[in-house]
C-alpha cells in the first residue's frame, strides 16, 4: 500500500524533495533580513523578487546574443552558400548546384514528411514547455512557504515527537541548511572569480559580447557539476568562431587552463571555507543524483552529499586506530595477530 502510493504521488514527493533543498538555500539569507528587523515573509518575498530579477536580467541578456547572432546568421547566409558552392565545384565537382539540390528536396516527399513530423514534435515540446513551468511555479510555491513559515513549519512537527526526536530532527534540520548555504556561497564565489577571469580573458581576445558571455560561463560552469565548464564553453567558441577561428582556439585553451586552476587551486580553498566534500564523493553523488532524478538531481547532489556527510560526521561513532595504518606491515600486523592469539590461549590455560 505505502509502496503504490509513493509511485502514485513520485511527483509530487520529487517537488516536495526539490523545495526542501531549495527553503536550505534561501534560508541563511531570510534568517539575516528577519535578524535585521524585516518580517520574515516580506524578507521571503524580497529574495524571491531578488532571484526573479536576476534570472530575468540574464535570460533578456542572452536572449539579445542569440537574437543578433541569428539575424547576423541570416544575413550572411547567400554568402557563406556561395562561398559554399564555389569551394566545392572547385575542389569536388564543378557541376554541383546548391539551388538545384535545394529545389529537389523541398519538392520530395520525403521533406515534406519530415515538416510534418517537426510540426509535431513543436506541438510536444510546447506541452513540455507548460507541463515544466507548471513545475517550477509548483517548487517556487512550496519553496516560499517553506521558507516563510520555516520555524512555525519545525514547531509544529517537534510538538508531534518526543523531546530526543525533537532534538534529531533540529539537528538534521540545521545540518541541511548550513551544508547548502556553505554549498551556495561556495558556488556564488566562484561564479565571480570565473565571470571576472573570463571578462578579462574575452575582452583581450577581442571576443564579442564578452560582459554576457562571462555571466553566462560563470553561471553555467559552476551550477551544472561534472561537464559544466564544457557546456560552458560551446557558445563564446561559437561566437569567436564566427569572427575569428584563431580566436576560438584561444578561448579553448584559456578555458581548459582555467579549468585545472580553478579545480586543483581555487575550489578547495573556497570549498574548504565553505563546504567540503571529497571529490570521489562529489562525482560518485553527481552520478546518482543524474541516474535518480536527471539533471535535477545533479544539481541537487553536491548538497544532499554534503548534507549527508555532515549528518554522518555528527552522529556516527569514531574509534581510535589502533594500527599505523599509513606505515602499513603485514608482517608485523601477522606478529601482533599471533601475539593476540598465544595471549588468548594462555589466558584459557590459566582458566
Given at each position: 500500500?505505502?509502496?503504490?502510493?509513493a509511485r502514485?504521488?513520485?511527483s509530487?514527493?520529487v517537488i516536495?524533495?526539490i523545495?526542501?533543498?531549495?527553503?536550505?538555500?534561501l534560508?541563511?539569507a531570510v534568517n539575516?533580513?528577519?535578524?535585521?528587523g524585516?518580517?520574515?515573509?516580506?524578507?521571503?518575498?524580497?529574495?524571491?523578487?531578488?532571484?526573479i530579477?536576476?534570472?530575468?536580467?540574464?535570460g533578456i541578456?542572452?536572449?539579445?546574443?542569440?537574437?543578433?547572432?541569428?539575424?547576423?546568421?541570416v544575413?550572411?547566409?547567400?554568402d557563406?552558400?556561395a562561398?559554399?558552392?564555389?569551394?566545392l565545384?572547385?575542389?569536388v565537382?564543378?557541376s554541383i548546384?546548391?539551388?538545384?539540390l535545394?529545389?529537389t528536396v523541398?519538392?520530395?516527399?520525403?521533406?515534406?514528411?519530415?515538416v510534418t513530423?517537426?510540426?509535431?514534435?513543436?506541438?510536444?515540446?510546447g506541452g513540455a514547455?507548460?507541463?515544466a513551468?507548471?513545475?517550477?511555479?509548483?517548487?517556487a510555491?512550496?519553496?516560499?512557504?517553506?521558507v516563510?513559515?520555516?520555524?512555525?513549519?519545525?514547531?509544529?512537527?517537534?510538538s508531534l515527537?518526543?523531546?530526543l526526536q525533537?532534538?534529531?530532527?533540529?539537528e538534521?534540520w540545521?545540518?541541511?541548511?548550513?551544508?547548502?548555504?556553505g554549498?551556495?556561497?561556495s558556488?556564488?564565489?566562484?561564479?565571480i572569480?570565473a565571470?571576472?577571469?573570463h571578462?578579462?580573458?574575452f575582452?583581450?581576445?577581442?571576443?564579442?559580447?564578452?560582459?554576457?558571455?562571462a555571466?553566462w560561463?560563470?553561471?553555467?560552469?559552476?551550477?551544472?557539476p561534472?561537464?559544466g565548464?564544457?557546456?560552458a564553453?560551446?557558445?563564446?567558441v561559437?561566437?569567436a568562431?564566427?569572427d575569428?577561428?584563431i580566436?576560438?582556439?584561444?578561448?579553448?585553451?584559456f578555458?581548459?587552463?582555467?579549468?585545472?586552476v580553478e579545480?586543483?587551486?581555487?575550489g578547495p580553498?573556497?570549498?574548504?571555507q565553505?563546504m567540503?566534500?571529497?571529490p570521489?564523493?562529489?562525482f560518485?553523488?553527481?552520478?546518482?543524483g543524474?541516474?535518480?532524478l536527471?539533471?535535477v538531481?545533479?544539481?541537487?547532489a553536491?548538497p544532499?552529499s554534503?548534507?549527508?556527510q555532515?549528518?554522518?560526521?555528527?552522529y556516527?561513532?569514531?574509534?581510535?586506530v589502533?594500527v599505523?595504518?599509513?606505515?602499513?606491515?603485514?608482517?608485523a600486523i601477522?606478529a601482533?595477530?599471533d601475539?593476540?592469539?598465544?595471549?588468548?590461549?594462555?589466558?584459557?590455560?590459566?582458566?
Amino acid at each position: 500500500m505505502i509502496w503504490w502510493l509513493a509511485r502514485r504521488l513520485s511527483s509530487l514527493l520529487v517537488i516536495l524533495f526539490i523545495s526542501i533543498f531549495l527553503s536550505f538555500a534561501l534560508e541563511p539569507a531570510v534568517n539575516s533580513l528577519e535578524r535585521r528587523g524585516v518580517r520574515r515573509g516580506l524578507g521571503t518575498g524580497l529574495v524571491f523578487l531578488l532571484i526573479i530579477a536576476g534570472i530575468t536580467s540574464f535570460g533578456i541578456a542572452m536572449g539579445q546574443v542569440i537574437a543578433e547572432q541569428i539575424t547576423e546568421l541570416v544575413n550572411e547566409a547567400p554568402d557563406r552558400v556561395a562561398s559554399l558552392e564555389t569551394w566545392l565545384q572547385d575542389n569536388v565537382d564543378d557541376s554541383i548546384d546548391l539551388n538545384e539540390l535545394q529545389r529537389t528536396v523541398s519538392e520530395s516527399g520525403e521533406f515534406r514528411g519530415s515538416v510534418t513530423d517537426f510540426a509535431g514534435g513543436l506541438v510536444d515540446f510546447g506541452g513540455a514547455v507548460v507541463f515544466a513551468l507548471f513545475d517550477i511555479f509548483t517548487i517556487a510555491l512550496f519553496t516560499f512557504y517553506l521558507v516563510a513559515e520555516g520555524p512555525k513549519f519545525r514547531r509544529t512537527i517537534c510538538s508531534l515527537l518526543p523531546p530526543l526526536q525533537q532534538k534529531t530532527v533540529l539537528e538534521i534540520w540545521n545540518i541541511g541548511t548550513a551544508k547548502t548555504g556553505g554549498y551556495i556561497v561556495s558556488r556564488l564565489i566562484l561564479v565571480i572569480i570565473a565571470f571576472v577571469v573570463h571578462w578579462v580573458a574575452f575582452e583581450l581576445l577581442g571576443v564579442r559580447f564578452a560582459l554576457v558571455l562571462a555571466i553566462w560561463v560563470g553561471l553555467v560552469s559552476q551550477f551544472v557539476p561534472v561537464i559544466g565548464t564544457y557546456v560552458a564553453a560551446v557558445l563564446p567558441v561559437l561566437i569567436a568562431l564566427a569572427d575569428r577561428p584563431i580566436s576560438a582556439v584561444w578561448v579553448v585553451v584559456f578555458m581548459v587552463v582555467w579549468q585545472q586552476v580553478e579545480n586543483y587551486v581555487i575550489g578547495p580553498r573556497v570549498a574548504s571555507q565553505t563546504m567540503e566534500v571529497h571529490p570521489a564523493v562529489a562525482f560518485g553523488s553527481v552520478l546518482a543524483g543524474t541516474a535518480i532524478l536527471g539533471p535535477v538531481g545533479a544539481l541537487l547532489a553536491l548538497p544532499v552529499s554534503a548534507t549527508l556527510q555532515g549528518f554522518i560526521s555528527t552522529y556516527a561513532l569514531r574509534y581510535i586506530v589502533e594500527v599505523d595504518v599509513g606505515a602499513f606491515d603485514p608482517a608485523a600486523i601477522a606478529a601482533g595477530a599471533d601475539s593476540v592469539a598465544a595471549a588468548d590461549v594462555a589466558d584459557q590455560d590459566d582458566e
